[in-house]
């Protein structure tokens, strides 16, 4: 009998899943909350995502038939999203999961109306991969790291952590800028306050922006933030957007 290890406790449980992707929607939005709310889980978060990046690129990519998710959807039971029976759910996730492989096949239609034996051509399109997570660590000259920020260009939503000890400075403010490739000018993205995590909804004009190579930095501005189009303070931080 093999030993499987100590079971992840809940908080670990759901940041792995967060982590995967596996959430339901409305799991995915209390997590975000959770987040945004909770430094510590965010980290554990972060960890995970470090921790399974390198998974995925040893998986080779597969293109499913257009039928298979609709027929695994078929086969699932019905969403609970009720807490005790998400928790309930991801402890046996975990217990039971195991590595799967899946077989695909395609079905071809054979039209024999004005063709006779012509064999029937098949036509796929694969969808196209999703775009993957990005990464920066946001330091100063010296090298010392006092933001860490994720990217998911999927829900274009930017996370931000503060490593900042909380109440550092009361008589400024940190205020978090996009830097991108294109153009160099800096869009403000808001304030960050000290030791906390803050979740960052890009509209369309500013994801299309937030790719790799695209800088972040943070300033150190009077309250209220900047007095101009872009920082009016001293540049405390910055990073570059980059794959995990």
Do not use: C, K
């Not at 024999?112 to 694969?126: D, H, K, L, M």
């Not at 993957?132 to 920020?149: D, K, R, W, Y």
């Not at 274009?156 to 490593?163: K, P, R």
């Not at 403000?188 to 790719?211: I, K, N, W």
């Amino acid at each position: 009998m093999s030993d499987t290890g100590p079971e992840l406790n809940e908080p670990e449980a759901l940041a792995a899943e967060h982590a995967l992707g596996v959430l339901t929607a409305a799991e995915r939005a209390a997590a975000e909350r959770r987040m945004a709310a909770d430094p510590a889980f965010a980290q554990q978060v972060d960890a995970w995502r470090v921790r399974l990046g390198p998974l995925a690129a040893e998986i080779p990519a597969v293109t499913p038939s257009a039928a298979v998710w609709p027929r695994i959807e078929r086969a699932l039971p019905v969403n609970d999203n009720a807490p005790a029976a998400a928790f309930g759910r991801r402890l046996a996730f975990w217990r039971s999961a195991t590595v799967g492989a899946m077989g695909l096949a395609a079905a071809s239609l054979a039209l024999a109306v004005y063709f006779g034996a012509r064999p029937p051509e098949v036509i796929t399109q694969p969808a196209p991969a999703p775009a993957p997570l990005l990464n920066a660590n946001l330091s100063t000259e010296a090298g010392q790291p006092l933001f860490v920020a994720s990217y998911d260009p999927v829900r274009q939503a930017l996370i931000v952590t503060s490593l900042v000890p909380p109440g550092t400075d009361p008589l400024h403010v940190h205020e978090l800028w996009l830097i991108p490739e294109e153009d160099g000018v800096p869009r403000s993205l808001g304030t960050v306050e000290p030791g906390t995590v803050r979740t960052v909804a890009l509209d369309r004009s500013l994801s299309q922006l937030a790719h790799e190579g695209a800088e972040l930095a943070v300033s150190v501005e009077p309250p209220g933030g900047s007095t101009q189009q872009g920082p009016s303070g001293p540049v405390a931080a910055v990073g570059e957007l980059g794959r995990i």
